[in-house]
């Protein structure tokens, strides 16, 4: 098990004294270690097999500085690390990738301004989208914000939404853990938000679907585990064990505000937030003025959402898993949960 078996060469070959190298063989791509070009533009090991390749890394790679990792090479910018830490007075690019790849990334250190700027970032719109979110990035913008506002629905799009930041979510979170962050999410009817989302995915073109057709899809998709999505979206707690249903959350009013752990939450009602401009720009400090944008309704598929949303039902074992799931409870009335079986129940 472990090195002996994944690493053969280490049966023949002289280990050398340095503290990270299981760290290093832990992080080892083969495949990149034989195909880089390490030496001026050259590819000088594709004639090793995998094991020779680690006995190379082990007996002199290391020592030579080469790059070991395809994904810890791609992030690394050489000028923006040379410039974050010059107190490592790195004297070139080159240097900057090697102490990355065997130091920086194991020190914790940031490769690239990607990263910095989003572990910079104070104001997260993290939420389930279709539920305003992009009007509320436009006013903080136009307010005259100049960092970056994180925003992402799933801590899965994180990835695909900041593909050059090196860090995860939680990471960020647990690098800010000290700091404040203001975190900003809305809620909505599930079915409301389900068929709105199906509206808006980008891989699918619902505009050249009948209403038949459009309604069959959204049906198999409410009937779906997908639905579990939105019913159980608060369960990552913000990387910070914050749980909104420990919190009262101020039905009539439409928002909430939430403080734990060096995080201010913001959780407002979409249906409210057009009177919630003055909540909202007070939690920001910022003088918002919000606009709508990228609305479902003002689409060219408008017409088919509109009958959808004024038409759609399911059955009714479905639709009271929804209304007596604890994200409705939470943030519904009793008479408008009645009002939510009603309108969707078959």
């Given at each position: 098990m472990g090195f002996r078996e994944s690493v053969p060469s280490l049966n023949r070959v002289n280990l050398p004294r340095c503290g990270r190298l299981s760290l290093w063989l832990r992080?080892?791509?083969?495949?990149?270690y034989r195909t880089h070009r390490h030496r001026d533009g050259?590819?000088?090991?594709?004639?090793?097999g995998s094991d020779d390749l680690f006995a190379h890394f082990i007996e002199r790679g290391w020592a030579e500085g080469r790059s070991y990792n395809r994904v810890?090479?791609?992030f690394i910018d050489p000028a923006f690390y040379v410039s974050r830490y010059p107190e490592l007075e790195i004297e070139s690019p080159e240097a900057a990738v090697r102490h990355w790849m065997y130091d920086g990334y194991y020190e914790g250190r940031v490769p690239n301004a990607a990263s910095q700027h989003v572990l910079d970032s104070r104001?997260?719109?993290?939420q389930m989208g279709k539920v305003g979110s992009k009007a509320i990035e436009a006013a903080i913008y136009a307010a005259g914000h100049e960092s970056l506002v994180l925003h992402f629905h799933w801590p899965s799009d994180f990835v695909a939404t900041y593909?050059?930041?090196?860090?995860?979510?939680?990471e960020v979170m647990a690098r800010n853990a000290d700091k404040p962050i203001?975190?900003?999410?809305?809620?909505r009817d599930p079915f409301e938000r389900l068929i709105s989302g199906f509206y808006q995915s980008p891989i699918q073109d619902p505009s050249e679907w009948s209403v038949e057709a459009a309604t069959k899809k959204i049906r198999a998709m409410v009937l779906s585990p997908h639905r579990r999505l939105i019913l159980d979206w608060f369960d990552h707690g913000y990387c910070r064990e914050l749980d909104v249903y420990a919190h009262p959350f101020?039905?009539?009013?439409g928002f909430g505000v939430y403080e734990e752990h060096h995080l201010r939450l913001f959780v407002y009602r979409h249906d409210r937030l057009p009177r919630l401009v003055g909540e909202l720009s007070r939690f920001v400090d910022l003088d918002l003025s919000l606009e709508p944008v990228n609305r479902t309704s003002d689409k060219e598929n408008a017409e088919s959402f509109a009958t959808i949303m004024r038409t759609a039902r399911f059955p009714g074992s479905v639709v009271e898993e929804v209304v007596t799931s604890r994200y409705v409870r939470h943030f519904f009335t009793g008479r408008e949960i009645d009002a939510m079986r009603a309108r969707w129940a078959e």
């Open positions: 992080h080892f791509d083969v495949d990149f050259v590819a000088d090991l594709t004639d090793l810890l090479h791609a104001i997260h719109l993290y593909p050059d930041c090196f860090f995860a979510y939680e203001r975190v900003i999410s809305g809620v101020d039905v009539e009013a």
